[in-house]
């Protein structure tokens, strides 16, 4: 800035320290009602079922040993490989449910770093929050139901899956090579039941309630339990609406004329909005700016708007698209032929030893789900030494006792096909073609 008159470098400098001093007092504003020691509902949020084995040396909070345990867990693994949207498991640049859930961990942090939030609590809910998705992403959500409402007269949604595999089902090995439940903490399953981002809403506030979370009987009934869930919860649809237009313009699903809408809808805002990483920042700055304690988790009006408009595209033109017709049709094709070829094998308290004589005709099928259920069945006499071996292994609840009702079957095979990827559910069915 040279040959700059000195009067105009002071008023750029007055101008700095005022911008500085404006970020200062804007940021850390829910400090105060973060999910921290002095939170007057602190030991309910960091409440487990079960106490968790402790190591002397270790330094991570509650939320932090949460955070690392689901990274750990294998429900987590498998979302590399299962759809978030477009069915493409041979294109390495389609975006996967894994990704996603990076995504969501990305734009829910810096929100709370700024808002002086528990950032550790946010990533542990961010990460966790789709754990309960079945393969084929949406589709196979909409079959699962379909098939848990006639044979068990209950509704099925990712939410409630996700907080009953990160409950009941999802296991971890101890420093004894025990396997058990991942026992997380009230919060991080708070936010992973109520993370529902496909209701249109704003100034989300947490809930004064600190239900019993086997209450909530559909999705978004209720708002999270604490400011972070909040932010995990509006993040989760900013995330998604940027990187599905993205996914959507690389396989040619967009016209000229869709895109041409897009950078209108982009450039409402902001005229030099050229893609959808643009206006993701600019979202999460206008939550960073519009949010406060009386408002809620919120964006301003033009914000909220641009945001709806985009939504209102996205199901037009890519989640309507005809062209991902054959992919539900194959989708549909997949999960119900395997829960059909699973459910003509049952056999009250003999089912595993029944699975294990069809393991010879469909070894991957039958034999791995055999070894699977032996896990959460308590294991009779009669059945295998195998079996017997991994039940004994396995300290967690035995949610399928002896299998001595077909429900609790069912529920086994509608649990072991939701953790499915989509590369595994193709292999067994697969499997089911050879003849």
């Given at each position: 800035m040279n040959g700059t008159p000195p009067f105009v470098l002071k008023h750029i400098e007055i101008i700095d320290i005022h911008r500085k001093e404006h970020k200062r007092m804007n940021s850390n504003r829910f400090e105060s009602a973060a999910a921290n020691a002095d939170n007057p509902v602190w030991e309910r949020l960091i409440q487990r079922e079960n106490q968790l084995y402790h190591r002397n040396?270790?330094?991570?909070?509650?939320?932090?040993?949460?955070?690392?345990?689901?990274?750990?867990?294998?429900?987590?693994?498998?979302?590399?490989?299962?759809?978030?949207?477009?069915?493409?498991?041979?294109?390495?640049?389609?975006?996967?449910?894994?990704?996603?859930?990076?995504?969501?961990?990305?734009?829910?942090?810096?929100?709370?770093?700024?808002?002086?939030?528990?950032?550790?609590?946010?990533?542990?809910?961010?990460?966790?929050?789709?754990?309960?998705?079945?393969?084929?992403?949406?589709?196979?959500?909409?079959?699962?139901?379909?098939?848990?409402?006639?044979?068990?007269?209950?509704?099925?949604?990712?939410?409630?899956?996700?907080?009953?595999?990160?409950?009941?089902?999802?296991?971890?090995?101890?420093?004894?090579?025990?396997?058990?439940?991942?026992?997380?903490?009230?919060?991080?399953?708070?936010?992973?039941?109520?993370?529902?981002?496909?209701?249109?809403?704003n100034g989300i506030k947490p809930r004064k309630e600190l239900l019993d979370l086997e209450e909530f009987t559909k999705a978004g009934q209720y708002q999270p339990a604490t400011w972070e869930g909040c932010v995990v919860k509006i993040s989760d649809k900013i995330a998604y609406i940027g990187r599905d237009i993205e996914d959507a313009i690389r396989l040619n699903f967009l016209t000229a004329e869709n895109k041409l809408q897009l950078q209108e809808m982009a450039r409402a805002i902001d005229e030099k909005a050229i893609n959808t990483t643009v206006i993701m920042h600019n979202m999460i700055i206008d939550i960073c700016n519009s949010s406060s304690i009386e408002s809620g988790i919120c964006l301003s009006d033009k914000f909220l708007n641009q945001l709806d408009t985009i939504k209102e595209f996205n199901y037009r033109y890519i989640y309507g698209n005809k062209k991902l017709e054959p992919f539900r049709k194959y989708s549909k094709?997949?999960?119900?032929?395997?829960?059909?070829?699973?459910?003509?094998?049952?056999?009250?308290?003999?089912?595993?030893?029944?699975?294990?004589?069809?393991?010879?005709?469909?070894?991957?099928?039958?034999?791995?789900?055999?070894?699977?259920?032996?896990?959460?069945?308590?294991?009779?006499?009669?059945?295998?030494?195998?079996?017997?071996?991994?039940?004994?292994?396995?300290?967690?609840?035995?949610?399928?006792?002896?299998?001595?009702?077909?429900?609790?079957?069912?529920?086994?095979?509608?649990?072991?096909?939701?953790?499915?990827?989509?590369?595994?559910?193709?292999?067994?069915?697969?499997e089911l073609l050879t003849y």
């Open positions: 040396d270790d330094v991570r909070s509650e939320f932090g040993r949460d955070f690392t345990r689901i990274l750990h867990s294998l429900a987590y693994r498998r979302l590399k490989h299962k759809t978030q949207v477009f069915f493409n498991v041979g294109n390495d640049h389609i975006c996967t449910r894994m990704e996603h859930v990076s995504h969501v961990e990305s734009v829910s942090s810096t929100i709370a770093n700024y808002l002086g939030l528990n950032s550790e609590l946010t990533k542990a809910i961010a990460i966790g929050h789709d754990l309960g998705h079945a393969p084929f992403g949406h589709e196979g959500e909409i079959i699962i139901r379909e098939i848990s409402k006639q044979y068990l007269k209950e509704d099925f949604w990712h939410e409630r899956n996700g907080l009953r595999f990160v409950d009941k089902v999802e296991l971890l090995e101890d420093d004894y090579k025990n396997s058990r439940n991942l026992n997380l903490t009230y919060a991080v399953r708070d936010g992973i039941i109520s993370h529902c981002g496909e209701v249109d809403e094709l997949v999960i119900n032929e395997i829960f059909r070829a699973l459910l003509e094998v049952y056999d009250g308290g003999n089912t595993i030893n029944e699975l294990r004589r069809e393991e010879k005709e469909y070894p991957e099928l039958m034999g791995a789900f055999a070894k699977w259920l032996a896990r959460y069945c308590d294991i009779d006499l009669s059945a295998s030494k195998g079996a017997h071996a991994i039940s004994e292994s396995s300290r967690n609840a035995k949610i399928y006792g002896r299998l001595d009702d077909q429900a609790l079957y069912i529920q086994a095979i509608l649990d072991y096909i939701s953790g499915m990827t989509d590369n595994y559910a193709i292999k067994v069915f697969n």
